[in-house]
T-cell receptor
Framework: NAGVTQTPKFRVLKTGQSMTLLCAQD?????MYWYRQDPGMGLRLIHY???????AKGEVPDGYNVSRLKKQNFLLGLESAAPSQTSVYFC??????????????FGQGTRLTVV | AQTVTQSQPEMSVQEAETVTLSCTYD???????LFWYKQPPSRQMILVIR??????QNATENRFSVNFQKAAKSFSLKISDSQLGDAAMYFC??????????FGKGTRLHILP
């Protein structure tokens, strides 16, 4: 099982460029999340989705857009990259089954540098 | 809004000793779930232990256990018989009723040989 796969793993962008980070999960999970991780800040929720076709804002949504056209994919877009968006980005997914104590399963992260 | 606070940015423990990492959270919800994740240098987030808020019994997974104090909104992680492989960042996380998962800022744990 692949679990949660993020593409790409590393990327360097120039200020003002755009890019899309792809997250794919093969566990049929309803919920998907995008986090950014910065030193001393922990993981902060950017956007999340509770099902295909739905998205919601997290703690730090500005400068990012997301789409969940297919259940297995959750895309994170940067329309005009800024140096403040230099970070490590994590995608995660989780199931709704029983709404029990289900953790999020994480991808391996994307290190993005904006110069 | 829910918040998760880890007040110890870094901790060190001697190999084979016991260490406790603290976590407090703020919520008005009664139905929620709590987790501890480990992030080694590989960056991969690994679930260590989980706790349902409605359960009074503290969760245990081998050398890892929690002290869950619901009234105090405290969720500490105890690692017994610390091993070199336990060195990592540890994150406390809260899953709310609307399924947002919120993380603390993390505690970096060093294991001293």
């Amino acid at each position: 099982n692949a679990g949660v796969t993020q593409t790409p793993k590393f990327r360097v962008l120039k200020t003002g460029q755009s890019m899309t980070l792809l997250c794919a999960q093969d566990m049929n999970h309803e919920y998907m999340y995008w986090y950014r991780q910065d030193p001393g800040m922990g993981l902060r929720l950017i956007h999340y989705s509770v099902g295909e076709g739905t998205t919601a804002k997290g703690e730090v949504p500005d400068g990012y857009n997301v789409s969940r056209l297919k259940k297995q994919n959750f895309l994170l877009g940067l329309e005009s990259a800024a140096p403040s968006q230099t970070s490590v980005y994590f995608c995660a997914s989780s199931s709704t089954m029983f709404r029990a104590a289900l953790p999020a399963f994480f991808g391996q992260g994307t290190r993005l540098t904006v110069v | 809004a829910q918040t998760v606070t880890q007040s110890q940015p870094e901790m060190s423990v001697q190999e084979a000793e016991t260490v406790t990492l603290s976590c407090t959270y703020d919520t008005s919800e009664s139905d929620y779930y709590l987790f501890w994740y480990k992030q080694p240098p590989s960056r991969q987030m690994i679930l260590v232990i989980r706790q349902e808020a409605y359960k009074q019994q503290n969760a245990t997974e081998n050398r890892f256990s929690v002290n869950f104090q619901k009234a105090a909104k405290s969720f500490s992680l105890k690692i017994s018989d610390s091993q070199l492989g336990d060195a990592a960042m540890y994150f406390c996380a809260y899953r709310s009723a609307n399924d947002k998962i919120i993380f603390g800022k993390g505690t970096r744990l060093h294991i001293l040989p």
